[in-house]
């Protein structure tokens, strides 16, 4: 158990230093990101300073998924999988209320907020 635990901390580790530095270059570098990626015909500009503006808040969630992925093999690499289920529900609840709560105020960033806010939930809850 303590190898598996070291070797989990590892992963932890370096996932979550990857994820982090991928969601600050796209928090920093959407509009950039965007252009390239849709800016030639698929998107016009309005549409692209809309989806970069929408860009960071789904990257503020990219450490707590990744991370959350990790935690959910570990525990499922030691049959612990009853908590995972009720886990998820949860998640599931606060994705809801966050996006409702969020949405008026913040519209599509809200959404893009709520759910970045229930993928560290889960990721705290494991």
Same mark, same amino acid.
């Given at each position: 158990?303590?190898?598996?635990?070291?070797?989990?901390?590892? +992963?932890?580790?370096?996932?979550?230093?990857?994820?982090?530095? +991928? =969601?600050l &270059?796209?928090?920093?570098?959407?509009?950039?990101?965007?252009?390239?990626?849709?800016? !030639?015909?698929?998107?016009? =500009?309005?549409?692209?300073? *809309?989806?970069a503006?929408? *860009?960071?808040?789904? $990257?503020?969630?990219?450490?707590?998924? =990744?991370?959350?992925?990790?935690?959910?093999?570990? +525990? *499922?690499?030691?049959?612990? &999988?009853? !908590?995972?289920?009720? *886990?998820?529900?949860?998640?599931?609840?606060v994705?809801?209320?966050?996006?409702? $709560?969020?949405? !008026?105020?913040?519209? =599509?960033?809200?959404?893009?907020?709520? &759910?970045?806010?229930?993928?560290?939930?889960?990721?705290?809850?494991?």
């Amino acid at each position: 158990m303590a190898s598996w635990a070291r070797v989990i901390r590892r +992963v932890l580790w370096f996932l979550g230093l990857c994820s982090a530095v +991928v =969601a600050l &270059t796209l928090s920093a570098a959407s509009r950039p990101l965007i252009t390239f990626v849709y800016g !030639h015909g698929a998107f016009n =500009a309005q549409s692209v300073r *809309l989806t970069a503006g929408i *860009l960071p808040y789904f $990257a503020i969630g990219m450490v707590p998924a =990744a991370v959350g992925q990790v935690f959910v093999k570990g +525990v *499922l690499s030691v049959q612990k &999988t009853s !908590h995972l289920g009720v *886990l998820a529900v949860g998640s599931a609840a606060v994705n809801v209320a966050l996006d409702i $709560a969020l949405v !008026h105020s913040m519209q =599509a960033r809200g959404l893009a907020l709520g &759910t970045s806010a229930a993928q560290a939930f889960y990721a705290v809850g494991m």
